[in-house]
């Protein structure tokens, strides 16, 4: 018994000497060998200082609020998650920050606090993923959803927010069309499911939705023809006020959407409050740089132009004549102009200016943001793109935590003044001649003398100087929230929402840009359009959640009432007096109007969710909706939409936890379902007539047809998600195959109907399926330094299934069933013919003539794989991020004409025909048959190259200022940023524009940006 006595004697010691020497509850650190200063102040309230760092498991954390509890004293983590305070030993110091556990921790005389924030929930659970009408954690998402947060977007130099995507999400290819700003990206959800690709009528367009408004995704058309892909509906959008993006791809997803869901749906989430009882936070961001163009062609220089053209003469057996061959006779011999350089190789300069202020009461969050963003274009002249954007959101809960309030609403006013041309202007620098006139006289005037002896030629500045183009936009999104809770468990939510956009384009030609010999057979001109897109929407909602049995059950029931309108108005003036009026339409001798259109659209429908998820393993997902849409017929105008979809979390079976302690998470999912279409014209289903020109006339323009409904897009998807150590790697891969059918299209009709196609639905399927793979990796975690690897690929495949009686529509010359829609139909190369020295192509049915039955040879112009990888690195208050991005596909290389014409041509050309041993090059030569056989040439097979490129799309470095600064300049927080966007690339192509090859499309700028960054 004694001995026992004095063994629990020895055990308490032992535990009050360990109460002395281990730290405080929730292992809070210390660095500095002893947590005390020393014992005499646990018995005093002298005030002295206490330090620290506040990190989580990536690193340093930033923007901790740290006070003493039960004060209104307290600080800010600055960049470096460093912190100091004045306290007393008997403080409590409380760490909160949005997203984590709050801490509290006792002083205890300690002059030195590290501690280590734990989020909510755990690493899988980090973030809660936007799902469109409710959110879901990470982990326990049942559908296909790629997210990136306000990091990756906010400090891009960059107009639209779908270039922010480029790279970044598997199964999601983003193309920039052509790098002037406010262009609309092309963005492909999983690829192409309707045949309809066209600008005027696109039946592939996803559905924007702005903080629960959706949005019209079409781009806008009617402004200047350099926008030849339209304006980004997006354009107004201030990117620093969005805290996520996310893209639903599955059915699980987003049947819930139903017919406005078929091509995927783009969720944008704007930012809100700092968080309730906060003091208010201020943030300013300015940044400015210089952009170029990102690539130029590789032309060739006057020696070696004016060899090509001597020898096409020498060739043919001619001299030179003064009439054809003036560059030859009349122009400088020795001139050289890099045309490129001349017309779009000037220098763009970027500013940016963001200041937003947030903050709140116990009831009451709020966050106020502005944005002037203004970018300078690289053509000749003094053109820009500019916006202003303001965004404010407000949160309100009752004090008895029942009813919620949320508002959020953004205002966005644009301005640019790109050329009033179209992208010819581009295409004209690849094509002059190197020795081509000079384009101003000695006194800076416009010359004009040496181009006047080419009857198709003119100073290609001329129209660029002496045309006007101002296109202003307004957009406003609003959205309302409220949510009651009515029962435990069980709540009424409303969500309201208006968008109201509005453009106005003024273009003003004086007939200066015409030759001054031909000016007085010309007119001054003006057109100017109106485009209006005005949508309101209504979506009451029960929503409840509760318990049953071992799991958790969601359910929600909703209804949408959606009305659009659009109008668009175009009138052009012609024959103005003089160029004082250009402005005046009502000047104009003629007046004509080519478009006034009024359209309402109106969409219904009710919708449903049921999840269930049991002991958090297994979970299911069920979703319904009924859709109503005015763009059908009387007895069309409704179809039911659904999708399951279910995952099971199998890391947390007993047998997996004891026998693969490696794996820390695994998740199998599936879902299968049915979205719908309805993007098409309004109206047609109906008969449609129009005024003729003559008074008290009508003419009809449109065919009656009551039947034809909706398409159909059938999605399924499985995917398996691991996680390993911990989850530093975590590996996801999906497979998906989706079936559009009852294709929507312009049916062909004979012309003796009059009619060139009455709207209908054609028996055609399409099919897109693909493999998706995404590897996360943190590579080193530690309290200086985190590195992080991001990567994604994607396999996609796309094929016609089926289409019966395809050979009787104009669809015959576009596609083959069984093949990709995205192919080339080629003619068969058959080299270069030993007699006549031309290049040689396949006559199939050899009868004499070359059209589509002789295009035998089919290529896949799409894209083989895409992917891209992003690697984030931090060394105490420096950050270095950046991100490339890789397409593998073959394209027609960009033609420019014929060899030996009076036109450039690329230095790849001219080497290879200066190379004795290349027998791949067609005898320069300016007869008929030449031409002919050079354009057959460039429609067969031989013409495709490959137009594959790596890209580093961004490389951002940043410096965070340390505390000790901060503190004396009474900042949170303070960090210097240096930021690239399209720095370099790597391709074999040889075209101007790599993302959209073949065309004669200015390609992104490579921008370098300089800014700062303040916390307040």
């Given at each position: 018994m004694k001995n026992n006595l004095e063994y629990r004697g020895f055990i308490r010691l032992c535990l009050l000497y360990i109460c002395f020497l281990v730290p405080p509850p929730y292992f809070a650190h210390f660095p500095h060998g002893h947590c005390f200063n020393s014992f005499s102040k646990l018995e005093t309230q002298q005030q002295y200082?206490?330090?620290?760092?506040?990190?989580?498991?990536?690193?340093?954390?930033?923007?901790?609020?740290?006070?003493?509890k039960g004060s209104n004293t307290g600080t800010f983590t600055d960049s470096n998650g460093e912190y100091s305070l004045l306290v007393n030993n008997k403080d409590i110091l409380v760490y909160s920050y949005l997203g984590y556990h709050t801490r509290e921790l006792p002083v205890l005389g300690r002059t030195t606090m590290d501690i280590e924030m734990q989020s909510e929930v755990t690493e899988l659970q980090e973030v809660e993923v936007n799902a469109g009408y409710y959110t879901v954690k990470e982990k326990e998402r049942t559908g296909s959803i790629a997210r990136v947060t306000a990091k990756e977007i906010e400090l891009q130099p960059i107009v639209s927010p779908l270039e922010a995507l480029q790279g970044r999400m598997a199964g999601v290819e983003v193309v920039q069309q052509n790098g002037i700003p406010g262009s609309a990206p092309t963005i492909r959800i999983r690829g192409q499911n309707s045949l309809r690709?066209?600008?005027?009528?696109?039946?592939?367009?996803?559905?924007?939705?702005?903080?629960?408004?959706?949005?019209?995704?079409?781009?806008?058309?009617?402004?200047?023809d350099m926008y030849f892909g339209g304006m980004d509906p997006l354009s107004t959008l201030d990117l620093s006020s969005i805290e996520s993006i996310e893209v639903l791809k599955d059915a699980d997803a987003t049947s819930i959407y139903g017919s406005r869901g078929a091509n995927g749906v783009v969720l944008i989430t704007t930012k809100k409050g700092s968080g309730y009882n906060r003091k208010t936070e201020v943030e300013a961001r300015w940044y400015s740089g210089l952009g170029s163009v990102s690539r130029k062609?590789?032309?060739?220089?006057?020696?070696?132009?004016?060899?090509?053209?001597?020898?096409?003469?020498?060739?043919?057996?001619?001299?030179?004549?003064?009439?054809t061959d003036y560059d030859l006779l009349l122009w400088d011999q020795d001139r050289y102009t890099d045309w490129q350089e001349e017309l779009f190789g000037r220098t763009s300069t970027i500013t940016d200016v963001h200041i937003s202020a947030s903050g709140g009461n116990a009831t009451t969050s709020f966050r106020l943001g502005s944005t002037f963003h203004r970018e300078g274009m690289v053509f000749p002249g003094d053109n820009h793109y500019q916006k202003v954007t303001t965004n404010l959101n407000l949160n309100h809960i009752s004090e008895n935590k029942k009813l919620a309030i949320n508002v959020s609403a953004s205002y966005g006013f644009d301005k640019n003044d790109t050329p009033a041309y179209d992208s010819s202007f581009v295409s004209r620098a690849l094509s002059l001649a190197p020795n081509a006139p000079e384009i101003y006289n000695e006194d800076g005037s416009l010359h004009w003398e040496e181009w006047e002896y080419s009857p198709n030629l003119t100073n290609p500045l001329a129209a660029i100087l002496n045309r006007t183009s101002t296109d202003l936009g307004n957009n406003i999104v609003a959205n309302l929230s409220l949510s009651y809770q009515l029962l435990q468990g069980m709540s009424l939510k409303v969500n309201a929402g208006h968008t109201d956009l509005f453009r106005e384009y003024k273009g003003l030609f004086s007939k200066d840009e015409y030759r001054p010999d031909s000016r007085d057979a010309q007119n001054h001109r003006s057109i100017q359009s109106l485009r209006k897109r005005i949508s309101t929407i209504i979506e009451p909602q029960l929503i409840y959640r509760g318990k049953l049995g071992n799991g958790n059950l969601d359910g929600l029931l909703g209804l949408t009432y959606q009305q659009n309108r659009s109008k668009s108005l175009r009138v052009s003036g012609e024959g103005f007096a003089s160029g004082a009026l250009i402005k005046d339409l009502s000047a104009a001798e003629v007046i004509s109007v080519s478009d006034n259109r009024n359209i309402m659209y109106r969409y219904n429908a009710i919708f449903a969710r049921l999840g269930y998820n049991w002991k958090e393993k297994y979970f299911i997902n069920i979703t319904g909706r009924r859709d109503g849409s005015s763009r059908f017929g009387p007895n069309k105008r409704f179809a039911n939409f659904g999708a399951v979809g279910a995952a099971w979390i199998f890391s947390?079976?007993?047998?997996i936890k004891n026998h693969l302690s490696l794996l820390s998470f695994g998740k199998l999912r599936g879902?299968?379902?049915t979205t719908g279409s309805d993007q098409i014209g309004d109206y047609g289903y109906l008969d449609a007539y129009e005024a003729t020109r003559g008074p008290g006339g009508l003419y009809p323009?449109?065919?009656?047809?009551?039947?034809?409904?909706?398409?159909?897009?059938?999605?399924?998807?499985?995917a398996l998600e691991l996680g390993f150590m911990w989850d530093r790697i975590h590996i996801g891969a999906s497979w998906y195959r989706n079936r559009s059918s009852n294709q929507l299209?312009?049916?062909?009709?004979?012309?003796?109907?009059?009619?060139?196609?009455?709207?209908?639905?054609?028996?055609?399927?399409?099919?897109?399926?693909?493999?998706?793979?995404?590897?996360?990796?943190?590579?080193?975690?530690?309290?200086?330094?985190?590195?992080?690897?991001?990567?994604?690929?994607?396999?996609?495949?796309?094929?016609l299934v089926r289409f019966p009686g395809m050979d009787q529509t104009a669809y015959a010359n576009r596609y083959r069933v069984g093949h990709p829609l995205s192919i080339g139909l080629l003619y068969q190369y058959d080299g270069i013919d030993p007699e006549t020295g031309l290049h040689r192509t396949v006559d199939i049915n050899d009868d004499g003539r070359y059209d589509y039955t002789d295009r035998t040879v089919l290529k896949n112009l799409g894209s083989r794989y895409f992917g891209g990888v992003t690697n984030n690195i931090s060394y105490k208050g420096l950050g270095l991020r950046f991100s490339m991005d890789l397409v593998a596909r073959d394209s027609p290389g960009y033609h420019i004409a014929t060899p030996g014409t009076i036109s450039q041509q690329t230095a790849d050309f001219y080497g290879a025909w200066q190379d004795p041993e290349n027998n791949?090059?067609?005898?320069?030569?300016?007869?008929?048959?030449?031409?002919?056989?050079?354009?057959?040439?460039?429609?067969?097979?031989?013409?495709?190259?490959?137009?594959?490129?790596?890209?580093?799309?961004?490389?951002?470095l940043s410096y965070g200022l340390p505390g000790s600064f901060l503190k004396k300049a009474k900042l949170r927080g303070c960090t210097l940023f240096l930021q690239g966007q399209n720095l370099f690339t790597l391709t074999g192509y040889k075209g101007l524009n790599v993302e959209n090859p073949g065309d004669s499309s200015l390609p992104a700028l490579r921008t370098i940006t300089l800014g700062i960054q303040l916390q307040l």
């Amino acid at each position: 018994m004694k001995n026992n006595l004095e063994y629990r004697g020895f055990i308490r010691l032992c535990l009050l000497y360990i109460c002395f020497l281990v730290p405080p509850p929730y292992f809070a650190h210390f660095p500095h060998g002893h947590c005390f200063n020393s014992f005499s102040k646990l018995e005093t309230q002298q005030q002295y200082q206490i330090s620290g760092t506040v990190t989580d498991s990536y690193g340093p954390m930033p923007g901790v609020h740290v006070f003493i509890k039960g004060s209104n004293t307290g600080t800010f983590t600055d960049s470096n998650g460093e912190y100091s305070l004045l306290v007393n030993n008997k403080d409590i110091l409380v760490y909160s920050y949005l997203g984590y556990h709050t801490r509290e921790l006792p002083v205890l005389g300690r002059t030195t606090m590290d501690i280590e924030m734990q989020s909510e929930v755990t690493e899988l659970q980090e973030v809660e993923v936007n799902a469109g009408y409710y959110t879901v954690k990470e982990k326990e998402r049942t559908g296909s959803i790629a997210r990136v947060t306000a990091k990756e977007i906010e400090l891009q130099p960059i107009v639209s927010p779908l270039e922010a995507l480029q790279g970044r999400m598997a199964g999601v290819e983003v193309v920039q069309q052509n790098g002037i700003p406010g262009s609309a990206p092309t963005i492909r959800i999983r690829g192409q499911n309707s045949l309809r690709n066209s600008r005027e009528d696109n039946g592939n367009l996803p559905l924007y939705i702005i903080d629960g408004m959706p949005i019209n995704s079409a781009p806008i058309s009617g402004g200047s023809d350099m926008y030849f892909g339209g304006m980004d509906p997006l354009s107004t959008l201030d990117l620093s006020s969005i805290e996520s993006i996310e893209v639903l791809k599955d059915a699980d997803a987003t049947s819930i959407y139903g017919s406005r869901g078929a091509n995927g749906v783009v969720l944008i989430t704007t930012k809100k409050g700092s968080g309730y009882n906060r003091k208010t936070e201020v943030e300013a961001r300015w940044y400015s740089g210089l952009g170029s163009v990102s690539r130029k062609m590789e032309l060739l220089d006057t020696q070696q132009y004016l060899e090509l053209r001597k020898a096409a003469l020498e060739n043919d057996g001619r001299e030179p004549d003064i009439s054809t061959d003036y560059d030859l006779l009349l122009w400088d011999q020795d001139r050289y102009t890099d045309w490129q350089e001349e017309l779009f190789g000037r220098t763009s300069t970027i500013t940016d200016v963001h200041i937003s202020a947030s903050g709140g009461n116990a009831t009451t969050s709020f966050r106020l943001g502005s944005t002037f963003h203004r970018e300078g274009m690289v053509f000749p002249g003094d053109n820009h793109y500019q916006k202003v954007t303001t965004n404010l959101n407000l949160n309100h809960i009752s004090e008895n935590k029942k009813l919620a309030i949320n508002v959020s609403a953004s205002y966005g006013f644009d301005k640019n003044d790109t050329p009033a041309y179209d992208s010819s202007f581009v295409s004209r620098a690849l094509s002059l001649a190197p020795n081509a006139p000079e384009i101003y006289n000695e006194d800076g005037s416009l010359h004009w003398e040496e181009w006047e002896y080419s009857p198709n030629l003119t100073n290609p500045l001329a129209a660029i100087l002496n045309r006007t183009s101002t296109d202003l936009g307004n957009n406003i999104v609003a959205n309302l929230s409220l949510s009651y809770q009515l029962l435990q468990g069980m709540s009424l939510k409303v969500n309201a929402g208006h968008t109201d956009l509005f453009r106005e384009y003024k273009g003003l030609f004086s007939k200066d840009e015409y030759r001054p010999d031909s000016r007085d057979a010309q007119n001054h001109r003006s057109i100017q359009s109106l485009r209006k897109r005005i949508s309101t929407i209504i979506e009451p909602q029960l929503i409840y959640r509760g318990k049953l049995g071992n799991g958790n059950l969601d359910g929600l029931l909703g209804l949408t009432y959606q009305q659009n309108r659009s109008k668009s108005l175009r009138v052009s003036g012609e024959g103005f007096a003089s160029g004082a009026l250009i402005k005046d339409l009502s000047a104009a001798e003629v007046i004509s109007v080519s478009d006034n259109r009024n359209i309402m659209y109106r969409y219904n429908a009710i919708f449903a969710r049921l999840g269930y998820n049991w002991k958090e393993k297994y979970f299911i997902n069920i979703t319904g909706r009924r859709d109503g849409s005015s763009r059908f017929g009387p007895n069309k105008r409704f179809a039911n939409f659904g999708a399951v979809g279910a995952a099971w979390i199998f890391s947390e079976e007993t047998f997996i936890k004891n026998h693969l302690s490696l794996l820390s998470f695994g998740k199998l999912r599936g879902s299968f379902g049915t979205t719908g279409s309805d993007q098409i014209g309004d109206y047609g289903y109906l008969d449609a007539y129009e005024a003729t020109r003559g008074p008290g006339g009508l003419y009809p323009t449109q065919l009656f047809n009551p039947d034809y409904s909706w398409e159909v897009n059938k999605k399924l998807e499985v995917a398996l998600e691991l996680g390993f150590m911990w989850d530093r790697i975590h590996i996801g891969a999906s497979w998906y195959r989706n079936r559009s059918s009852n294709q929507l299209v312009g049916f062909p009709l004979p012309s003796l109907t009059g009619f060139g196609s009455v709207q209908a639905n054609l028996p055609a399927t399409v099919q897109n399926t693909g493999w998706e793979f995404e590897i996360s990796t943190r590579n080193i975690s530690s309290k200086n330094f985190n590195w992080q690897t991001f990567i994604n690929f994607t396999v996609p495949n796309n094929k016609l299934v089926r289409f019966p009686g395809m050979d009787q529509t104009a669809y015959a010359n576009r596609y083959r069933v069984g093949h990709p829609l995205s192919i080339g139909l080629l003619y068969q190369y058959d080299g270069i013919d030993p007699e006549t020295g031309l290049h040689r192509t396949v006559d199939i049915n050899d009868d004499g003539r070359y059209d589509y039955t002789d295009r035998t040879v089919l290529k896949n112009l799409g894209s083989r794989y895409f992917g891209g990888v992003t690697n984030n690195i931090s060394y105490k208050g420096l950050g270095l991020r950046f991100s490339m991005d890789l397409v593998a596909r073959d394209s027609p290389g960009y033609h420019i004409a014929t060899p030996g014409t009076i036109s450039q041509q690329t230095a790849d050309f001219y080497g290879a025909w200066q190379d004795p041993e290349n027998n791949d090059i067609q005898k320069i030569s300016l007869s008929n048959s030449a031409s002919a056989a050079y354009r057959n040439y460039l429609l067969s097979e031989r013409y495709i190259s490959d137009a594959s490129f790596l890209r580093l799309k961004t490389l951002g470095l940043s410096y965070g200022l340390p505390g000790s600064f901060l503190k004396k300049a009474k900042l949170r927080g303070c960090t210097l940023f240096l930021q690239g966007q399209n720095l370099f690339t790597l391709t074999g192509y040889k075209g101007l524009n790599v993302e959209n090859p073949g065309d004669s499309s200015l390609p992104a700028l490579r921008t370098i940006t300089l800014g700062i960054q303040l916390q307040l």
